[in-house]
């Protein structure tokens, strides 16, 4: 482990040496490794092995300055947040096309991304700055005993994946659509710049909408039969929790982007 830790942060470190005067705008070079790696541009794809290592590695690289952005001149949203409504969250759009998309959300102290989904997305994740409380869960398959369940009561039972807090700077994460922690949701402790590049994106028109979702741990609902109660943490620490739809949009301000021009 300490071999491979020691050789990722070489060639994390080699990157940001190697950067020429013509490379510094590391928005251009990660839209130009999106375009390379998301060319298949189909819902369910994963790019092999080798693509996302070398679209981490730039996202890996990145920082706020990269794009224009620190903390400390962010204009967050001076709604306050109350104790059943947080503050808004800005979404920057840096490029959407129909294979692939890159963003930036700006969240301000208890700002909070809700529960949603990536139906067929590779997700790549970059926390540049803050602290958060990320939560990821993914679709347990395959349980017959639960089916019942599920269509009485319309929820549906999910595995923990992570749900830790995260400091900048950090490593990007990466969900695919059935692994990896599709379903997610952030919360941020102290003002947070966090880059999302989806790949495919969002698009109603092909079925790839976004869902929204309560999470419950697995005895809370009252009227579930007791083979349901019955869940349990595993050996392993694997722990469980049951997601209902919400019929609710997530609302954000919409931000300029002003860093480096990307050449499309």
């Not at 541009?41 to 996202?59: C, E, M, T």
Request: hydrophobic share 30%; with cysteine.
């Amino acid at each position: 482990m300490m071999k491979k830790k020691t050789k990722k942060e070489s060639e994390r470190r080699k990157l940001i040496r190697k950067r020429s005067p013509k490379e510094k705008n590391m928005v251009q070079k990660l839209y130009d490794t999106c375009k390379e790696v998301f060319a298949n541009g189909k819902a369910g794809y994963v790019p092999p092995p080798s693509d996302i290592h070398r679209l981490k590695l730039v996202l890996d690289s990145l920082e706020p300055e990269d794009i224009k952005l620190t903390v400390p001149s962010l204009e967050f949203s001076s709604r306050s947040g109350t104790e059943d409504e947080a503050p808004l969250v800005t979404y920057i759009k840096l490029h959407e096309c129909n294979k692939f998309s890159i963003g930036i959300f700006c969240l301000p102290p208890c700002g909070v991304i809700p529960l949603h989904n990536h139906p067929g997305m590779t997700v790549f994740c970059k926390l540049l700055a803050g602290t958060m409380h990320a939560t990821s869960y993914d679709w347990v398959q395959n349980h017959q005993q639960f089916n019942h369940c599920e269509q009485q009561s319309g929820i549906r039972l999910a595995k923990v994946h992570f749900d830790a807090d995260i400091t900048a700077p950090c490593d990007a994460s990466v969900l695919f659509p059935k692994s990896g922690g599709n379903l997610h949701c952030f919360k941020a402790l102290t003002p947070c710049i966090l880059l999302d590049v989806l790949g495919p994106p969002y698009s109603e028109s092909e079925g790839r909408h976004c869902t929204y979702y309560q999470d419950f741990t697995y005895d809370c609902f009252s009227g579930m039969t007791e083979d349901v109660k019955e869940v349990k943490v595993e050996e392993d620490g694997t722990r469980y929790a049951w997601l209902e739809e919400k019929n609710e949009q997530f609302v954000v301000l919409g931000g300029t982007y002003e860093g480096p021009t990307i050449q499309i």
